[in-house]
């Protein structure tokens, strides 16, 4: 150490400059480098706990949400099998009452109100009397109110038809993201949670469970039945506009 410092001192102030720069850029990198190991054990602490935190559905839990969506995809379909079963018979209803409506000279097809006031074409634009007078339509025409009727459970019947097939496509998506890899507990049970809020009752009904906000209990025969909401309209709005004997 002796001869150390003598060497310096005999290179003169400028050597000992130098020495003393390398030994402050020595220390420095060491103290840089004890920093970052020191940020490194620290991000390796943040990130165990994270995972620790993050509990990762089980293969069990993953095999029993796979059943539940194989379960709503067969609820669709049969959905969709009685929505195009009801929506055959209304088409057909409606294409029964045009081909009985009064026609204009111009071809189109009008409805006189059932209090004889007013008369409709089949589009629902009111013809007036400088047209047709409603007493020419006879009591033997179907009415405007059984035809838009049926333009309104057609109508319902579409809509329907468009929740059903946007819900699938969410089955679908769910379906990719358990296939896909890692999934955790929350994020499955939040899947869970959005599939059952945006299933159209339509479909609710097909997967045995509950219509939201319905406490009727189910019925004694557990038979299968479109929901009330379209179900039920569309069936008395066929059996009002049922044809009468000629």
Request: charged content about 30%; cysteine-free.
């Amino acid at each position: 150490m002796v001869q150390l410092t003598e060497h310096f001192a005999s290179e003169g102030p400028g050597r000992t400059s130098e020495w003393a720069r390398q030994r402050q850029w020595f220390i420095k990198a060491k103290h840089d480098h004890q920093r970052r190991e020191g940020q490194a054990e620290k991000l390796d602490d943040t990130t165990s706990a994270l995972s620790a935190a993050v509990a990762f559905a089980s293969e069990v839990q993953i095999a029993e949400f796979k059943v539940k969506l194989d379960t709503y995809d067969k609820a669709t379909v049969e959905a969709l099998m009685k929505n195009q079963e009801l929506l055959d018979e209304v088409q057909a209803r409606l294409e029964d009452l045009r081909d009985r409506a009064y026609v204009l000279e111009d071809g189109r097809r009008v409805f006189r109100t059932e209090d004889g006031a007013q008369v409709f074409d089949e589009y629902g634009t009111e013809v007036g009397q400088d047209e047709i007078d409603p007493i020419m339509i006879g009591d033997d025409r179907p009415s405007w109110e059984a035809f838009s009727e049926g333009l309104e459970q057609e109508a319902a019947l579409t809509a329907e038809r468009t929740q059903i097939l946007e819900f699938q496509d969410e089955v679908d998506a769910a379906r990719e993201r358990v296939d896909g890899g890692e999934i955790s507990e929350a994020e499955l049970a939040e899947l869970d949670a959005e599939l059952l809020e945006m299933m159209p009752d339509a479909v609710r009904g097909h997967a045995d469970l509950a219509p939201v906000n319905d406490v009727a209990a189910p019925d004694a025969d557990n038979s299968v039945s479109a929901p009330p909401s379209v179900s039920r309209v569309v069936h008395q709005g066929i059996a009002a506009v049922t044809p009468t004997p000629l």
